[in-house]
């Protein structure tokens, strides 16, 4: 009956010591920790590793569930794993135990308020970008084609695959730059 720690923090500049230091206080070992968003699972090789090797008796152990997950859904399916497997998940700042009626309902209650959360912080988002285009601020992303770079070696004879490879973009942006309606292969 092993306590599994699981680490997460969304960008590489962040640290993880806190949360190590919190889940090997809760007993756990291995501790498990990566950097990447917590908005979905995709691409998450730690938490993939966990619920493939988790197993009956186990205990997954985050310090929130924020950690975990971002939405509701990617919690209830992570949840869903842990119970097919006979584990369940804890907590160790929140009152959270999946092996409990209270703790589950907890869950699902934290569960939503993370999802909400996140859905706040996207609004405020996009209601700034709009702001900041209406005021002129914002222009968007720099284009990092040159636009007459294509061009030019399209006008010398060069096929869409060398022009690509000679600028260091992909062929689909030179037919977009050219605008080129049936994509032949050169």
């Given at each position: 009956m092993a306590r599994i720690g699981y680490a997460r923090v969304s960008t590489l500049d962040q640290d993880l010591t806190l949360q190590r230091t919190a889940l090997k206080a809760a007993g756990c070992d291995?501790?498990?920790?990566?950097?990447?968003?917590?908005?979905?699972?995709?691409?998450?090789?730690?938490l993939a590793i966990i619920l493939d090797f988790i197993g009956e008796g186990d205990t997954l152990v985050v310090t929130r569930i924020d950690r975990l997950?971002?939405?509701?859904?990617?919690?209830?399916?992570?949840?869903?794993?842990?119970?097919?497997?006979?584990a369940r998940l804890q907590a160790t700042e929140q009152p959270i135990d999946t092996g409990t009626a209270a703790g589950k309902a907890f869950l699902d209650m934290l569960g939503v308020f993370a999802e909400f959360e996140t859905n706040l912080r996207r609004e405020r988002q996009m209601e700034g970008i709009a702001k900041a285009k209406a005021a002129g601020i914002y222009k968007g992303r720099t284009p990092s084609i040159d636009v007459t770079a294509v061009r030019a070696l399209k006008a010398e004879g060069?096929?869409?695959?060398?022009?690509?490879?000679?600028?260091?973009?992909?062929?689909?942006?030179?037919?977009?730059?050219?605008?080129?309606?049936?994509r032949q292969i050169t």
């Open positions: 291995p501790i498990r920790a990566e950097k990447k968003s917590g908005t979905s699972t995709t691409g998450r090789k730690e997950a971002r939405s509701i859904g990617d919690l209830q399916d992570i949840v869903r794993a842990l119970k097919e497997k006979g060069i096929g869409a695959a060398e022009i690509a490879r000679r600028l260091g973009i992909g062929r689909a942006s030179v037919y977009r730059v050219l605008d080129v309606k049936a």
